[in-house]
């Protein structure tokens, strides 16, 4: 291919203008320059972004691992596993990645007493009973993308709100009163209203307060990144949502997410950028979850390998409902299937971090950790300024099921033979 | 009255076999780690163990929770806290700082990994780690590939002691690296302390026995089935493997017996 002259649809018919772009990979392209108002008027018109385009202002990579992981999970069939694959899986020492897949498919549902075995094993071998609790703040919930199964999207007629550094540092000390030494930062997707000195500047409060401080905003350059990790976040997770193309584009109509190779390669940047540890996961659901699970299992293996430093870890998430926003048709994942998953990550990556999320019920949560979770939230609340009650509320990103406080979640951990751990890390 | 002689020279023998380290003299030769214990079970399990010496993690103790890992820690043990979570010597020597504002003594385990699936130590940074720390007037005990140049490069670098690895963290895998230890242990002056991998008591007595001054687990005591028995089996095999070593074994032959002189034997059919 030339290094440039291809010609890319980068706005909606209506508007349509082509831009000079140039290949990234086999899948992707890059904008080479673009004004200002053509970018901005692309972006917030739906469909008017091709997902597989980076913007001329993104960082873009270009190592080749979007396409190592998309070519292994089209090539995969989940029906094609049979058991006796999984049993040459099963008694291997280590697993490799074309056997994730085995792991995940319905082949191996009637192994999973035997996967949970060795997954607690796994567990307790790298990690002991320790188990880690943190909490999300929601700092804002303003988004500039479309996503048709969120309840920040910007679409939907959900109540606007932004904390301000008064109402920040109140709900810090809200959630640092109950006991709290890790705290997670989320905002929604809107680089605008949440600029990078916005958050830089929660960052920074948080780290006064807690030990451990994490950020789940958009994915951004690694300038960026280094300019958090300097304001005190070590740690950043980022949802790819999911890993299929298609699917993809159908569910991100709008906004700079749409793009989805530029989020893929966020855990890089942000490794580069200085931060200590990465979270993957897609939100199983969207599309078929053991592609998806596939995908993020490689997707973090090949960052380990590139990066053997990195603190790995996967995030667990169901679809769940939201307010404003539509469910898609996506198969339903039974919490039998999740299980199967969140084993599967455990056994192929032994040492990597796995947290389950408050959409999940108390009694599910329990019992995975003792399986093999290493992270649970608690006291979680999803709005904006809810610890705090403050007038100028939010809406919620989504409904969780799991409402218990820390006091009762490390509770609910010791009754289970773990033991709470505010805190494991030094901010060096 | 012979067999009583041979036992008052034994126990005397083991009461007077203590070692040193940072001015501290100990006569307890087995360290426990505390990283992946419930905490109510640490006490137990370094009581049982007989243990002197107890590592945490600086990151752990670093919490303002009421139940903290230090509360855990019986008194009149020595602390060693380790730098788990550096990945360069400039992050060690923080967080060993950290550990003497937490209170933790002057004692400190660098450990500085760059490695988040096998955990190897990275030998590079861990030497200019000790360099540093041992000019800030630390008792650094270096946690280490068993690599006879670099142990060399830790003595000079002012390290107390060396702590190669057996085995990779929490394998449980045993001494691996058994004949690079055996060369430290040959020409290193300095104690060899075997962390790391051991993952039964026969292993921890074996590396005694081969002359390591003291060894070092966790993950093999913290995920036993009965942690303080199998902590109490680990206090004892660290001594017998010790006594073993001070008894000066006798020679172990591969294979076959022997006769008693193959080759000049026939020497004496001419004195006959």
Not at chain 1, 284 to 302: I, K, T, V, W
Not at chain 1, 396 to 409: N, P
Request: charged share 25%; proline share 5%.
């Amino acid at each position: 291919m030339s290094a440039a002259g291809e010609k890319v649809v980068a706005a909606a018919p209506a508007q349509a203008a082509e831009f000079e772009a140039v290949p990234v990979g086999r899948r992707c392209r890059r904008i080479l320059s673009m004004d200002e108002e053509a970018m901005n008027q692309a972006i917030h018109t739906d469909f008017g972004l091709d997902p597989m385009t980076f913007l001329p202002d993104m960082d873009v990579l270009d190592n080749g691992m979007f396409d190592r992981v998309l070519d292994t999970v089209e090539a995969y069939d989940p029906d094609a596993v049979t058991a006796a694959d999984v049993r040459r899986v099963l008694d291997a020492d280590v697993v490799e990645p074309a056997d994730f897949g085995v792991l995940v498919a319905p082949a191996a549902a009637p192994f999973l007493e035997e996967m949970a075995e060795r997954a607690r094993a796994e567990r307790v071998r790298w990690f002991g009973t320790n188990i880690q609790f943190f909490t999300p703040l929601y700092l804002a919930n303003y988004c500039e993308n479309r996503c048709v199964y969120c309840g920040f999207n910007c679409e939907s007629g959900i109540h606007r709100a932004r904390l301000n550094e008064e109402q920040t540092i109140a709900e810090l000390d809200a959630i640092a009163a109950t006991g709290q030494e890790e705290i997670l930062l989320l905002t929604g997707e809107d680089p605008v209203t949440s600029d990078v000195d916005y958050i830089a500047r929660a960052c920074e409060l948080a780290a006064e307060r807690f030990k451990n401080v994490g950020i789940e905003v958009y994915p951004a350059n690694v300038a960026d990144y280094a300019r958090l990790r300097e304001a005190g976040a070590d740690f950043v997770t980022v949802f790819q949502e999911t890993y299929d193309p298609s699917r993809y584009a159908k569910l991100h109509v709008c906004g700079r997410k749409r793009i989805m190779p530029y989020r893929f390669e966020a855990q890089e940047r942000a490794l580069k950028g200085g931060m200590r540890g990465v979270a993957f996961a897609p939100l199983l659901g969207l599309s078929e979850f053991r592609h998806d699970a596939l995908a993020c299992a490689l997707h973090a293996y090949y960052v380990s390998r590139a990066y053997p430093h990195a603190e790995i870890s996967f995030s667990c998430p169901r679809l769940r409902p939201a307010a404003g926003a539509v469910t898609p048709n996506g198969p339903h994942v039974t919490e039998a299937q999740l299980l199967q998953v969140i084993c599967a990550y455990r056994i192929f990556m032994p040492f990597a971090g796995i947290t389950v999320s408050s959409r999940e019920s108390a009694r599910f949560r329990d019992h995975v950790a003792t399986i093999t979770a290493t992270k649970v939230s608690a006291g979680v609340s999803t709005g904006i300024g809810e610890h705090t009650h403050q007038a100028e509320e939010g809406d919620d990103q989504f409904e969780i099921d799991d409402s218990r406080t820390l006091a009762q979640m490390c509770q609910a951990m010791r009754n289970m033979g773990l033991e709470p751990v505010m805190n494991d890390h030094v901010l060096v | 009255m012979a067999d009583i002689k041979a036992q008052t020279s034994a126990d005397a023998a083991l009461a007077a076999d203590t070692w040193t380290l940072g001015g501290k003299e100990f006569s307890s030769r087995f360290i426990l780690g505390s990283g992946k214990f419930r905490l109510d079970v640490v006490k137990a399990a370094v009581e049982d163990a007989g243990a002197q010496i107890v590592t945490l993690a600086v990151r752990r103790a670093n919490t303002n929770q009421e139940d903290s890992i230090l509360d855990s820690i019986p008194e009149g043990v020595t602390l060693l806290p380790n730098t788990s979570g550096a990945r360069t010597a400039e992050e060690a020597v923080r967080i060993a700082r950290l550990a003497r504002e937490l209170g933790c003594g002057d004692f400190v385990k660098v450990e500085v990994i760059r490695d988040a699936r096998y955990l190897l130590p990275d030998n590079a940074e861990t030497v200019r780690a000790t360099d540093m720390l041992a000019s800030e007037g630390f008792t650094v005990l270096p946690y280490m590939y068993p690599d006879l140049n670099v142990a060399r490069d830790l003595v000079s670098a002012g390290a107390a002691a060396v702590m190669p690895l057996g085995a990779p963290i929490g394998s449980n895998r045993g001494l691996v690296t058994r004949d690079f230890i055996r060369i430290l242990i040959e020409e290193i002056d300095l104690p060899v302390i075997v962390d790391a991998g051991i993952g039964r008591p026969s292993q921890a007595c074996e590396a005694m026995e081969m002359g390591a001054a003291a060894v070092m687990a966790n993950t093999a005591v913290a995920t036993a089935g009965n942690i303080p028995l199998m902590a109490r089996a680990f206090g004892d095999a660290v001594r017998a493997g010790r006594a073993g070593f001070l008894a000066g074994p006798g020679r172990v032959l591969d294979g076959m017996g022997e006769a008693s002189s193959p080759l000049t034997g026939f020497l004496e059919e001419e004195a006959r």
